[in-house]
């Protein structure tokens, strides 16, 4: 519900900055988002700029441009930590956020001031479950696997899904970050887009109806539970059993005092 | 290093009880026999034996009451332990304790090998065009396998038709997996999906198609496909050429100044990996054949339909397969 | 009178005043074991498949081998509405709503992967001490068969409940059918009855194969092993009073017989509690199957593993010749490569006779691994090889739990393939020599001398050459002391 209350607070305050900014130009800003465009600019400048560019032109062969990427994708890539990168040579991966939630909301309206779509709305609960499994295989399971564990693609790693906010799903589908394709509004409407989320919400909190759930990717972690778990115990029950005429028979110790 | 080298020796030694002396070879007999149980291993298994029905009277009330999953394998597996346990115990104390010593069996009999094989002679006696039965009795042999395989590689022809089929014609509408035309204008740049032949079968292996926009200012099609990608559109067969596993993964750099490598179609099953700007040559991974590829066009309406058929056989290679 | 009336009682005069059984029975009870743990690995691959039978029984009473399509209307909430195949909604059906019936699922499946990892325990043991030498070739034979038909067993099992893995499984089944050569195509098609997916009859064609043609032949010649087994009698392990003319161990009855049935017991508990606490195969999760779609990295049960590493270490190569494509990719991995391993298991003895040991004649004492460097290194290497490609078969998984690039990480099993057997190879073969050098002695073996006992009670150095040689270097000639 936090969670939820903070993003509609970010929204109505990106929106609000966003709105003035592209019809304030000649007007001149108001006094809290300009400020906060402001304040958001001089961080920009600071933690950003060196790859993207001072003005967000971004950087040829460093970082793309930012100018209309919108709240939406600034907001993804800062609150799931990937930005700012230590170098444009690595994979952008989910880590904690680097800034806290007010130099965030910052930075947000100073590259949402460009113009661009804003901050996804998602709502899991009006989504249809049956429907976002059917779309999930269709169109992330290939990549995220269809427990949304994560996997590999020839060239990059593709993340989980475990800790994905319905927000952040929504907001991924629509910039297709890294090597992710991208969905439009014709492809995957808003509504799908909420069935998604609530099949990922899903899978986030499986029921595991057969026990421990081992990860969740098949064969692998069976495999390795079969031979570290059954196959060991088993060897050893084996061993235990068929000790006995060693002991008695062929037992080391025994012969050695013949010797 | 031959200090390392006598290390490794030990550890292996030490895992192995290479350290135990061995026994040495003697003539003593080893027969024994041990007779009389403790009483303490008696109570034991009785107490084990005891068990079993309390733990199997619970997993029968667990079965028809309250039938979890968890519950039942934990009492019924619980049972089984018991029961081994007391086997086990059984087994080891409470019987007597035993080596025999058996002899082994000689399993060839010199003498009535001999016998058996002048039998076996003696079936053939009197036949005096041995050699000429035995290449009959070949050739026999060979025409009954003859009679049996051809039939089956004799499917062959035919069965071209059946492996290439694919329902795409000229004109043949793309739609999603619901059915719903799809517009060029839903295809954005970067976006991945999956449409099939209208009005045709979804699990058909010559029907799923991958669709992908590039910026056709990158596309390295060859000069015979040049119309094949309207506004930059391209697609290609869902179905890896490798070992027919959809291809659902679509790796589309965001910002290609930094990440090397170019838009590709990836199997998931053994990371073949398609150069979705070049016709679907394969870059990585096994597939020994380029992805085939659907030419496209645009309608009036906007709506992508196929400009001809598949570029080449959708699926894995056979044997004689024409490519 | 009245005693034969009494003697009718027990059970052993009814069955002997019937069947002429008292013989039979006095063979089985006298029936030697040679105690060691290590033969206890084909028992539990034994028990294992007892277990199988049992809640496959159970399972085929529920099971619809159907692949005509369904809306799912049952009690799982994530598919509901959502089209599956009649195999698939039975599946679900067994797993939610059948008493007991995730719990025998389960068992099944750990019980198919523990089967298989026994048999594969069980014939290690068997390769490196030796025991298919005469006179056990023909069982070894029969062995390595039902190795091949457990896992091909295991197969279509897991192919059987139609969900998004086991689809994915037998597309690349089919893609491997149609590299075989000559007949690949028209014997997949023939198997499928069409293009892959196939018609209906395929999935009813798996599960004659899978509940009992595959089972009633595996049974059977887990009959004739066991038969010829007590044919010839167990190897055994050199020891006191052991020759290649005995056998020493616990009779059957009464020590024995208990305690294999322990182990019967101990193997189904492993198997029960595992069915119950460790969630395998959760088909619901993974969703139903369509040509169109894919999973991220799709694995098969474990013996199968290297099979996969093996079609994903293979380079692009198809032969093509005359505009025919002649031998298709998977041929490469899914068939050459089990084909030449399976074929070197079964030219074993001949290898053996032929060229590691030299030696034709009939053994029954085993030798251990040390005692035959050659073999032993022969079969480390091949070993590694195969782990080394299995290893490979799950990589990307690795991969990505540490960050490594996956196109490396092939070429760095392609290296290592080529590269790991020999290293193992000689390894192997060095360590052995060194233990059968150092024998008895390792610790004294490093320096100084040995000093024993004579035969007028002083001391004397024992002279390097005896340690080199000790009498029980081979088990000829601890034989020909005896």
Redesign the interface.
Same mark, same amino acid.
């Given at each position: 519900m936090t969670a939820v209350a903070v993003v509609c607070g970010a929204l109505a305050l990106v929106d609000f900055a966003a709105h003035w900014d592209a019809s304030a130009t000649t007007l001149g800003k108001p006094a809290m988002p300009s400020s906060l465009v402001a304040q958001g600019q001089s961080l920009f400048e600071s933690s950003c700029a060196a790859c993207h560019g001072i003005a967000a032109q971004g950087i040829r062969g460093r970082a793309p441009s930012l100018r209309g990427v919108g709240a939406l994708a600034a907001d993804f890539y800062l609150e799931t930590g990937r930005m700012p990168l230590p170098s444009s040579r690595v994979q952008p991966l989910r880590t904690s956020p680097a800034f806290p939630q007010s130099k965030i909301k910052a930075l947000i309206a100073y590259v949402a001031s460009f113009g661009g779509p804003e901050i996804s709305v998602v709502h899991p609960r009006q989504g249809s479950l049956a429907e976002g499994q059917r779309l999930f295989g269709l169109d992330c399971a290939g990549c995220h696997t269809i427990q949304g564990q994560g996997g590999i693609v020839t060239g990059a790693i593709v993340p989980s899904l475990n800790q994905a906010t319905p927000t952040q799903i929504g907001e991924a589908i629509r910039i297709g970050p890294y090597v992710m394709p991208r969905f439009s509004e014709g492809e995957l409407s808003t509504a799908e887009v909420d069935s998604l989320a609530r099949y990922i919400q899903s899978i986030q909190h499986p029921d595991n109806l057969g026990g421990w759930g081992i990860g969740r990717i098949g064969p692998i972690p069976e495999g390795m539970v079969a031979w570290l778990l059954a196959a060991a115990a088993l060897l050893l029950i084996a061993r235990l059993l068929g000790e006995r005429t060693r002991e008695d028979a062929g037992s080391p110790r025994q012969m050695g005092g013949d010797r | 290093m031959s200090r390392i080298w006598k290390a490794i020796v030990m550890f292996v030694m030490w895992r192995t009880g290479g350290l135990r002396r061995h026994p040495t070879a003697t003539a003593r007999d080893p027969s024994e026999r041990h007779t009389g149980a403790p009483a303490w291993a008696e109570r034991l298994v009785a107490l084990l034996l005891l068990l079993i029905p309390i733990a199997a009277v619970v997993f029968v009330a667990l079965f028809t009451l309250h039938p979890n999953t968890q519950l039942l394998g934990l009492a019924l597996g619980v049972t089984l332990a018991l029961l081994a346990a007391a086997l086990v115990l059984a087994g080891r104390w409470l019987v007597p304790q035993e080596t025999k010593v058996e002899q082994r069996p000689q399993l060839a009999d010199p003498e009535m090998t001999q016998q058996v094989r002048e039998q076996a002679a003696a079936g053939m006696e009197g036949v005096t065009r041995r050699r000429l039965l035995t290449g009959a009795a070949g050739a026999a042999g060979a025409g009954l396998t003859a009679a049996v395989v051809i039939p089956v590689v004799a499917l062959g022809p035919g069965l071209e038709e059946q492996l290439r089929r694919t329902p795409w014609r000229t004109g043949r509408a793309l739609v999603d997996e619901q059915g719903n035309p799809i517009l060029a204008t839903d295809v954005i740049e970067r976006s991945f999906l999956t449409a099939f032949p209208q009005h045709a079968d979804e699990e058909d292996l010559g029907s799923p198609v991958v669709v992908v926009r590039v910026d056709p200012m990158t596309l390295k099609l060859p000069p015979e496909r040049a119309g094949w990608a309207p506004e930059g559109i391209l697609a290609y067969s869902k179905i890896c050429t490798h070992a027919a596993c959809a291809i659902s993964l679509f790796r589309d750099p965001l910002s290609p100044s930094t990440e090397s490598k170019g838009p590709a179609l990836v199997c998931p099953c053994h990371y073949s990996t398609f150069d979705v700007l070049d016709g679907g040559s394969v870059e990585f991974g096994p597939a020994g054949r380029p992805l085939p590829q659907l030419p496209l066009k645009i309608d009036a309406a906007g709506v992508l339909r196929a400009a001809g058929p598949m570029s080449g056989p959708v699926g894995p290679s056979w044997w004689g397969d024409p490519s | 009178m009245s005693g034969a009336h009494q003697h009718a009682k027990d059970p052993v005069t009814f069955v002997d005043e019937r069947l002429g059984a008292a013989r039979g029975l006095r063979f089985l009870m006298?029936?030697?074991f040679?105690?060691?743990?290590?033969?206890?690995?084909g028992e539990?691959a034994l028990y294992s498949f007892i277990v199988l039978i049992l809640t496959g029984t159970f399972l085929a009473l529920f099971f619809d081998p159907d692949t005509t399509p369904v809306l799912y209307h049952g009690s799982y *909430? #994530?598919? *509901?509405?959502?089209s599956v195949s009649g195999a698939y909604a039975s599946t679900l059906h067994i797993?939610?709503n059948v008493?007991?019936g995730?719990?025998a699922r @389960? /068992?099944h499946?750990?019980a198919a992967?523990?089967f298989v990892?026994?048999i594969t325990?069980h014939l290690l043991r068997i390769v490196f001490t030796g025991a298919f030498r005469k006179?056990r070739d023909i069982n070894y034979f029969i062995g390595v068969t039902l190795l091949a038909l457990a896992i091909l067993e295991g197969f279509a099992g897991y192919s059987l409940p139609d969900d998004?893995?086991s689809g +994915?499984g037998l597309? /690349?089944a =089919?893609?491997?059918a +149609?590299?075989?050569?000559?007949?690949?195509?028209?014997?997949?098609?023939?198997l499928w009855g069409?293009?892959?997916?196939g018609s209906t009859a395929f999935e009813s064609r798996l599960f004659i194969a899978h509940v009992f043609l595959l089972p009633a032949i595996i049974g059977g010649l887990i009959a004739v092993h066991l038969a010829i087994i007590m044919?010839?009698?167990h190897s055994q392990?050199?020891?006191?009073?052991?020759r290649?003319?005995?056998?020493?161990?616990?009779?059957m009855w009464?020590?024995?017989?208990?305690?294999s049935?322990?182990?019967?017991? #101990?193997?189904?508990?492993?198997?029960?509690? +595992?069915?119950?606490?460790? *969630?395998?195969?959760?088909v619901?999760?993974?969703?139903p199957y369509?040509?169109? /779609?894919?999973?991220?990295?799709? @694995?098969?049960? =474990?013996y199968l593993?290297w099979l996969?590493g093996a079609?994903?270490l +293979?380079?692009?190569?198809?032969i093509?010749a005359f505009?025919?494509?002649?031998?298709?990719?998977?041929f490469f991995?899914?068939v050459l490569f089990p084909g030449l391993l399976f074929g070197l298991l079964y030219a074993l003895p001949w290898l053996d006779r032929r060229f590691i040991s030299r030696d034709y004649r009939?053994h029954?004492l085993l030798e251990r691994p040390?005692d035959n460097p050659r073999r032993s290194a022969l079969a480390a290497a091949v070993l590694s090889a195969v782990t080394v490609v299995f290893a490979a078969g799950?990589a990307?998984?690795l991969?990505?739990q540490f960050?490594f690039?996956?196109?490396g990480a092939?070429w760095f099993f392609r290296g290592a393939f080529l590269l790991v057997p020999v290293l193992v190879f000689v390894l192997t073969k060095?360590?052995c020599e @060194?233990?059968g050098r150092?024998?008895?002695y390792?610790?004294r073996g490093?320096s100084g001398t040995v000093v024993q006992r004579n035969s007028r009670g002083g001391f004397e150095a024992t002279p390097d050459g005896d340690l080199l040689s000790p009498?029980?270097a081979s088990p000829e000639s601890?034989a020909s002391?005896?």
């Open positions: - | - | 006298d029936y030697v040679p105690d060691d743990w290590s033969f206890l690995l539990i *909430q #994530a598919l *509901q509405g959502q797993s939610f008493s007991g995730l719990l @389960q /068992i499946h750990w992967l523990v990892a026994a325990l006179p998004l893995l +994915m597309a /690349i =089919w893609g491997v +149609m590299s075989l050569p000559l007949i690949g195509g028209p014997f997949a098609t023939a069409g293009r892959f997916p044919r010839q009698r392990f050199p020891g006191p009073g052991r290649e003319d005995n056998v020493v161990g616990t009779p009464p020590g024995y017989a208990l305690r049935l322990g182990l019967f017991a #101990a193997v189904a508990a492993v198997l029960v509690l +595992m069915g119950g606490l460790i *969630q395998i195969n959760p619901w999760l993974w969703g369509h040509p169109y /779609i894919g999973t991220n990295g799709a @694995q098969p049960d =474990w593993g996969i079609l994903r +293979m380079p692009n190569l198809e093509h505009g025919h494509t002649l031998v298709p990719n998977p991995g899914g009939r029954d040390r799950s990307d998984r991969f990505f960050g690039g996956y196109e092939v060095r360590v @060194q233990l150092e024998r008895s390792p610790l490093w009498p029980e601890s002391r005896l």
